[in-house]
C-alpha cells in the first residue's frame, strides 16, 4: 500500500533514535553508524524490529550520513553498497513484523552550500540523487529527508528524491527554540518552499523536546494545507563518562507528545534519544486520535530564504533591480561581474517599502541563462525579500528558478504565450507563483 494513502487514513508513527541505540551496542565515539549495515546487520536489523513491535509504522533506514562526503569512492565501503544494504535490513524487519514502511534517510551533508560555503548547490543535488537512486533500487517506501538546517540544502534533497525517483517524499527541518533554521529561514518560508516543491508530508524533528516543539508545531499546522510531521527528541544530550544520555523518559515523551497530537498533526515519532519505549507509549497516546483533514489555505504565498510574501490579499508593491534610466550602464556592470549597483538599488527599493523585487536584465537569452543564477545568489546573500523573475528565455528561467532559495514569483511577460505550457512545468517543478 502507497503510504501517501495511509496518510488519509490514521496517524502514523515513525521510529525513535538509532545512533544513541548503536552506541549502545557498541558504535564507537567517531564511528559511522552506516558502517555496522555490513559489519552488524543483525545489531540494525533487530532495533528496526523493535521499533516496529512498538508500533513504528515508518522505519528509517539508517542512512542518515550516507553520502560521497563521508563514503568516497575508492573507500573501504562502496555508498552504494551500504545503502543497498541499509535497506536490506530494514525490509527484512518488515517482512519479520509483517508491516511497516522503509524510509531512506537522507540527512545533511555536513558541507555548506555557495555562496556561504564552497559546495555548488548542483554537486548537492547530484550527491543526493546517487544515494535516492541506489535507495529506490533497493526497495525503500519512502524518502525521508529530516534534521535539514539550510534551505538551499533542503530543495536540493528534494530536488534529488524527485529527479531519481516516483517515491513519496517526507521533509523535516531542524529549528531552533524561536522557529529558525541555522541559516535564517522559518517555519513559513520552510512550509512555502516544500508544498511548492510537491512534497507528500513535512516538519520538524530534532533539537528540542515535545513541551519546546508545541509552539513550533502550532505554526507547522497553521502554515501548511500538507499533512504535518513532528519527532522530538527526548530533551537534550549530556555527557556522562563518555556516553550520551537524554533525560525526558517513555512517560514524559508520551505525555508531551499529547498536545502535540491534539494539534491536528498527521504524523508522530522521535528523534535523538528516543527508545522503542518511547514509541510504545506514543503510540498509546495517539489511539484514539482523529485524523486530520485537509487544511484549505487561501491564496497562494512567495518567499525569500527567510521572508513570505502573501498572494492575493491586494496588490503587491514591487521594486525594480534595474530601473530603465540606468539599464545600459548596469548591464555593462553585470557582463563584467559587478552586481554592486544592482544590489544597492534593490536595497534601496527594500527601504522604499517594496515586498518584491523585479529582476530583468533584458539580456539575450544566452548571457542572461549565465548570468542569473550567480546574480540571483549574490541578491539573496543581501536582500531577503521575494524575487519576481522576468527571463527572456525559458532556459534562462529554468536555471533562474532551480538555483533560488525559496519559492519565487515569475513575471512571463517576455517569454509569449506560445511557451506557456513549459512555462507552467517549470513552475510546477519548482514551486514558483505565476504572476498574471
Not at 287 to 297: D, H, L, S
Not at 307 to 334: H, K, M, T, W
Amino acid at each position: 500500500m502507497d503510504i501517501r494513502e495511509e496518510l488519509n487514513r490514521r496517524i502514523l508513527l515513525c521510529d525513535g533514535g538509532m545512533g544513541t541505540l548503536l552506541q549502545s551496542a557498541g558504535l564507537r565515539p567517531g564511528e559511522r553508524p552506516e558502517i555496522w549495515n555490513l559489519e552488524h546487520p543483525e545489531i540494525v536489523r533487530g532495533f528496526h524490529l523493535d521499533y516496529l513491535k512498538a508500533g513504528a509504522d515508518i522505519i528509517a533506514a539508517n542512512t542518515f550520513g550516507a553520502n560521497r562526503f563521508h563514503y568516497p569512492a575508492g573507500g573501504r565501503y562502496g555508498l552504494k553498497e551500504l545503502v543497498e544494504a541499509a535497506i536490506g535490513n530494514a525490509r527484512l524487519a518488515v517482512r519479520e513484523a509483517e508491516h511497516g514502511f522503509v524510509g531512506l534517510d537522507l540527512g545533511p551533508s555536513g558541507k555548506l552550500l555557495a555562496p556561504l560555503g564552497d559546495l555548488s548547490f548542483e554537486e548537492s543535488v547530484s550527491s543526493y540523487a546517487e544515494v535516492v537512486e541506489a535507495g529506490a533500487k533497493s526497495g525503500a517506501d519512502l524518502v525521508l529527508i529530516e534534521t535539514m538546517s539550510d534551505l538551499r540544502e533542503l530543495k536540493a534533497a528534494v530536488l534529488a528524491a524527485k529527479e531519481q525517483s516516483a517515491l513519496p517524499v517526507f521533509a523535516t527541518v531542524t529549528l531552533d527554540a524561536n522557529g529558525r533554521l541555522l541559516t535564517g529561514g522559518t517555519v513559513e518560508t520552510v512550509t512555502a518552499l516544500l508544498e511548492g516543491l510537491g512534497v507528500d508530508a513535512l516538519g520538524l524533528n530534532c533539537s528540542l523536546d515535545p513541551v519546546q516543539m508545541l509552539p513550533i508545531a502550532r505554526r507547522f499546522v497553521e502554515a501548511s494545507s500538507l499533512p504535518v510531521i513532528i519527532n522530538p527528541n527526548a530533551g537534550l544530550p549530556r555527557m556522562e563518562d563518555g556516553k550520551t544520555f537524554y533525560d525526558v523518559g517513555p512517560e514524559e515523551f508520551a505525555e508531551g507528545m499529547k498536545a502535540i497530537l491534539a494539534l491536528g498533526v498527521s504524523v508522530v515519532g522521535g528523534c535523538c534519544g528516543t527508545t522503542p519505549e518511547h514509541i510504545a507509549l506514543l503510540k498509546r497516546a495517539a489511539e484514539g486520535m482523529e485524523v486530520p483533514g485537509r487544511r484549505q489555505r487561501s491564496g497562494a504565498a512567495a518567499s525569500s530564504s527567510a521572508s513570505l510574501l502573501a498572494i492575493g490579499g491586494g496588490e503587491i508593491r514591487i521594486g525594480a533591480c534595474i530601473s530603465e534610466e540606468e539599464r545600459d550602464e548596469v548591464l555593462s556592470e553585470l557582463l563584467e561581474g559587478d552586481y554592486e549597483t544592482v544590489i544597492e538599488n534593490a536595497m534601496d527599493q527594500k527601504d522604499e517599502g517594496a515586498e518584491a523585487l523585479l529582476l530583468r536584465t533584458g539580456l539575450p537569452s544566452a548571457e542572461e541563462a549565465e548570468l542569473l543564477p550567480d546574480l540571483i545568489e549574490e541578491l539573496q546573500m543581501t536582500v531577503d525579500l521575494p524575487l519576481v523573475i522576468c527571463a527572456s528565455s525559458v532556459e534562462s528561467l529554468g536555471k533562474a528558478l532551480r538555483i533560488y532559495n525559496g519559492r519565487p514569483l515569475v513575471d512571463t511577460s517576455e517569454l509569449g504565450e506560445e511557451r506557456r505550457e513549459e512555462i507552467q512545468a517549470l513552475a510546477e517543478k519548482y514551486g514558483a507563483v505565476i504572476l498574471s
